[in-house]
């Protein structure tokens, strides 16, 4: 992404990507019909011939594709930089540490991320994922180990002046050598119009949420078994599953096999206009994900007042502290510990003092991601 400014252009809202596909111009310029453009803000846009774009048809072409159109994106800058000069090039997207960008080139202070994808889900952890989820885990795995012998990827993080990542655990893919140009810094945010002062006059209830794609790795089956728990001591408590994915049908069979299906609510994506009112009708977000590199709903859910329940993993370990909800280390302990823990969790939050207090903890922790303050904190110190 070539990004020439003198201070930083973007403003909190979402990340105005300079450079991008053609296919996201009229996006752009739908935007700017109905909000004020900055001065300093101009759009380039970068695509090959229709012919190719059908490489990035299914998951293993995009790679490929991707990788290429880095190439013809970076040709294009290097051309553009001649006769107006760049001060500083950003890499963002694709956010991950397996594909590498070629704006080192340049020549210019170079920022790469934050990008993801090293996070990874504990080995004892893995056995409620099913053969095919297991299969698909293990060669994530291997890839990643290839990550640091990629010479496109050693080149990327030489050039990088510096890294940003959204883990450690993507931290330990990087060679050591470039672990002190590293940061951990997350690549989601909210805007400051969605953040509440305070959780109002929220009905208390025994409503627990989830909000997601329905995938294997999301750990909504520890999270069920953790809610059947949760039901022996408080037979009132609904759990209500927002999302679609390929994991549904294994997920209902669950509810269906502890004989809670009076308990469990299943709703299908619905529009951001509704997502206030779901968020409004419950008390506690449970998302229990294996190796979610951010978790944008547990910042959502916290701007809307909802204590967060999770795994101490990845992005969502990050976000929750300790005066906002309840993360759960999983290391070193058993599937049936882990459910007890995300069980006892979950009770310990739904008390109206506890709730309460976590709920303003939620609140007051949103604030630390918003757009402006993420963005202020990769361009407040510049580079030597």
Not at 143 to 170: E, G, L
Not at 201 to 214: C, M, P, S, V, W
Not at 278 to 298: E, T
Request: with cysteine; charged share 25%.
């Amino acid at each position: 992404m070539g990004l020439p400014f003198k201070k930083p252009v973007w403003r909190g809202f979402y990340f105005h990507r300079e450079l991008l596909r053609n296919s996201n111009q009229s996006a752009i310029e739908n935007f700017f019909l109905k909000n004020k453009m900055p001065n300093n803000l101009n759009f380039l846009y970068f695509d090959f011939p229709s012919k190719f774009t059908r490489w990035k048809k299914g998951s293993r072409g995009v790679h490929f594709y991707y990788v290429l159109w880095q190439w013809g994106a970076y040709k294009q800058v290097k051309a553009i930089h001649k006769e107006k000069p760049f001060d500083l090039v950003h890499h963002i997207t694709f956010a991950s540490v397996r594909q590498p960008s070629f704006m080192g080139n340049l020549g210019i202070p170079f920022i790469f991320g934050p990008v993801a994808g090293g996070e990874k889900a504990p080995w004892r952890l893995r056995f409620r994922f099913g053969m095919r989820g297991f299969l698909l885990d293990s060669i994530r795995d291997v890839i990643n180990f290839f990550v640091r012998f990629d010479p496109f990827m050693r080149m990327t993080f030489k050039q990088a002046d510096r890294i940003y990542v959204t883990s450690y655990q993507t931290k330990k893919l990087i060679p050591k050598g470039y672990h002190k140009k590293i940061k951990i810094k997350l690549a989601i945010g909210i805007d400051k119009k969605g953040l509440f002062d305070s959780f109002g006059e929220k009905k208390l209830n025994y409503n627990i949420l989830y909000i997601g794609r329905f995938l294997y790795w999301k750990g909504m089956d520890i999270g069920i078994y953790a809610f059947n728990k949760l039901l022996k001591n408080e037979p009132f408590a609904r759990l209500t599953m927002v999302g679609k994915g390929k994991e549904k049908k294994r997920w209902m069979n669950l509810v269906r096999k502890l004989k809670i299906e009076d308990r469990v609510d299943w709703i299908p994506w619905v529009d951001r206009d509704s997502i206030s009112d779901i968020f409004n009708r419950h008390n506690i977000l449970l998302f229990p994900s294996l190796h979610d590199s951010g978790g944008m709903v547990v910042l959502e859910a916290m701007a809307h007042g909802l204590p967060v329940v999770c795994l101490a993993l990845g992005g969502p370990g990050i976000i929750v502290n300790t005066l906002s909800g309840k993360k759960i280390p999983v290391h070193g302990k058993s599937i049936k510990k882990i459910e007890f823990e995300l069980y006892d969790a979950i009770r310990y939050l739904l008390p109206p003092l506890s709730f309460k207090r976590y709920s303003q903890g939620a609140l007051h922790r949103a604030k630390d991601f918003t757009w402006t303050k993420l963005v202020s904190s990769i361009y407040s110190k510049p580079i030597k």
